[in-house]
Each structure stands twice: as C-alpha cells, then as structure tokens.
C-alpha cells in the first residue's frame, strides 16, 4: 500500500508562488503515475499535472506555464511548483497516485489560498 503526505499549502497574493511536496511511502515499485488535482468550493475536482514513471508530463491548459511538476526520486516525493497564481487557483490540491493495478490514492489535500 501506497502512503501520501502532502505540505506546502497556504496563503499567498496574486502573482506569488508556493511549492506543494507530496511524500510518498509504501511499496513505491506499484507506481504507475504521480499528479497533482484540485477542488474549489462548490466545483468538481479537476486535474492540473501528471507525471508517469516514465517522465511523461501533461498540464491542464488552467495552469500551462505557470506550473510546473517534477519529483526526486531518490526522496520519494513529487513535486507542483506554482508561480503567477491567481484567485481562480484557490483550492484543496490533492496529490494522486495511480498504481499499476489501476487503483487510485489521494493525499489528504492541502490549502491553497490566493488573495491579497
């Protein structure tokens, strides 16, 4: 089983940046992808970034240029570096994994608050 904790959250003013860190643990070799979805109130989650094992990036248009995931392997974690944010990026983000078995597990979600 495949274990996620995710930091990074918070508030910012529009034009910042946050860096969001999700680690994982557990059996990591079941890993098919990584990625990173986000919710707003009253609004249906929706994907933002993914990653596959084999480095295969794609963004949602929402956030192309502005975002940018990566992971280091080596400390298990994946990474959503934010710049430019905007109101509309206010949300709870949700890290994903999806397992090979074709099974998906989220993250327990972290604040992302963009105002001034």
């Known amino acids: 089983q495949v274990q996620l904790v995710e930091s990074g959250g918070g508030l910012v003013q529009p034009g910042g940046s946050l860096r969001l860190s999700c680690l994982t643990s557990g059996t990591i070799s079941s890993i098919r992808g990584m990625g990173w979805a986000r919710q707003a109130p009253g609004k249906q989650r929706e994907s933002v970034a993914g990653i596959t094992s084999g480095g295969i990036i794609n963004y949602s248009d929402s956030v192309k240029g502005r975002f940018t995931i990566s992971r280091d392997n080596a400390k298990n974690t994946v990474y959503l570096q934010m710049n430019s944010l905007k109101p509309e990026d206010t949300a709870l983000y949700y890290c994903?994994?999806?397992?090979?078995?074709?099974?998906?597990?989220w993250g327990q979600g972290t604040q992302v608050t963009v105002s001034s």
């Open positions: 994903d994994v999806h397992l090979i078995s074709g099974l998906v597990i």
